[in-house]
């Protein structure tokens, strides 16, 4: 089993910036593959960010592209996303989820996660 816990969330205005945290405990080898996901009020939750183990692997969805960027620090079990240039359409609970392994067909998926946090709010005014 493996626990995330998310923070750093925020109200932050439009154009501002948020890093928001997730630490992984317990199983943490079966975090290999990391990935950040939102839902909005309504919406489905959809795809931010991912990472592999080595973090030489990053992908984003088209929307936060130039404007977020994933990392990990294995040596602390935590995954951080930097979120620049907030729009007020960036609003939504953020979650982070884990899998053992990266997997280019399935990272962008929530089904492909094993394992997710409680999810952090992120609301951007306009």
């Known amino acids: 089993q493996v626990q995330l816990v998310e923070s750093g969330g925020g109200l932050v205005q439009a154009g501002g910036s948020l890093r928001l945290s997730c630490a992984a405990s317990?199983?943490?080898?079966?975090?290999?593959?990391m990935g950040w996901f939102r839902q909005a009020p309504g919406k489905e939750r959809e795809f931010v960010a991912s990472?592999?183990?080595?973090?030489?692997?990053?992908d984003y969805a088209d929307f936060v592209k130039g404007r977020f960027t994933i990392s990990r620090d294995n040596a602390k079990n935590t995954v951080y996303l930097q979120m620049n240039s907030l729009k007020p359409e960036d609003t939504a609970v953020y979650y982070c989820?884990?899998?053992?392994?990266?997997?280019?067909?399935?990272?962008?998926?929530?089904?492909?996660?094993?394992?997710w946090g409680q999810g952090t709010q992120a609301t951007v005014s306009s």
């Open positions: 989820a884990a899998r053992p392994t990266w997997n280019s067909n399935t990272y962008y998926s929530p089904a492909a996660y094993y394992y």
């Open positions: 317990g199983r943490t080898s079966s975090s290999g593959a």
């Open positions: 990472i592999n183990w080595s973090g030489g692997r990053t």
